[in-house]
């Protein structure tokens, strides 16, 4: 018997190089075995086989949830098509996913923008001149690095999740289930994660450009909206205890 939790990797942020459970998620030693492979194999990665795998383990636990949910799958439904694109509808133009959307535009703006070459010149150049000590440059570097490695890897994070657990409450399914249970506010949780630990990073990057204050400013604000709509939205996303992380 396999000491992996199941649906772990459903409530996490991908992050995988800084998860403490990768030794326990399936997903993980799933892409591990593929790694070792593609060691071997140079054509591992760009031929069909990766793709093949995953679509056959996917299917498999597709007709598993069908089958304990006595669904068939086989046959199709044009009122499900119907609901379905109604529902997509309804997430685009949600507040929820207006306020990510806005928030991503923005942060990609100001990235794009080359302020961050010019705040690491700026301290290689304080070092030279020895107004940082050699110790203080190689600090203040690691942490632009880190908070604006953080920032975007959740950049996009934040807008697909936000999407996934708006259709989730869309859905029927999870309605079924009471609330701690609904794996919609399990999405929404992690989700807010990701927009805090962001939020932190913004936050740190702020000490280290006071020209950009403004603009600063108006990103975390932009982010700060896409919290408050989240939390408006699912109320009771704490509720739900995800495998592993909230045990």
């Known amino acids: 018997m396999d000491d ?16 403490v459970y990768t030794d326990r998620c399936r997903v993980f030693a799933t892409d591990r075995e593929d790694r070792q492979v593609a060691k071997s194999d140079p054509k591992w990665e760009t031929s069909l086989e990766p793709i093949t795998k995953t679509l056959q383990e996917a299917i498999k636990l597709l007709n598993k949830m069908a089958r304990e949910k006595g669904i068939d799958l086989t046959k199709t439904d044009a009122g499900f098509e119907k609901e379905r694109a ?12 207006k306020k990510s959307l806005a928030y991503l535009d923005l942060s990609r703006q100001w ?27 190689e600090r203040d570097i690691l942490r632009v690095r ?3 490695e953080v920032i975007r890897w959740y950049q996009h994070f934040i807008v697909a999740k936000s999407h996934r657990a708006l259709m989730g409450k869309e859905g029927d399914y ?5 609330e701690k ?7 929404a949780k992690i989700t807010r ?5 962001s939020l932190q990073a913004w936050a740190t990057l702020l000490g280290f450009f006071e020209e950009e204050e403004s603009a600063l400013f108006r990103v975390m604000a932009a982010l700060q909206q896409v919290q408050e ?13 995800r495998p592993g992380f909230d045990e």
Request: aromatic residues 8%.
């Open 174 to 178: 999870d309605k079924q289930l009471p």
């Open 181 to 187: 249970e609904r794996g919609y506010n399990g999405t």
């Open 193 to 197: 994660i990701a927009i805090e630990r």
């Open 4 to 19: 992996f939790i199941s649906g772990i990797h459903n409530y996490c942020d991908r992050w995988c190089e800084r998860c």
């Open 111 to 137: 990235l794009e923008q080359g302020q961050v070459k010019s705040c690491m010149d700026m301290i290689f150049k304080e070092v030279e001149l020895g107004k940082r000590t050699m110790q203080e440059g």
């Open 146 to 148: 880190e908070s604006l």
């Open 229 to 241: 709509q989240l939390a408006q939205t699912f109320p009771n996303m704490d509720l739900f205890v």
């Open 86 to 97: 109604e529902q997509k509808t309804a997430v685009e133009k949600h507040p929820l996913t």
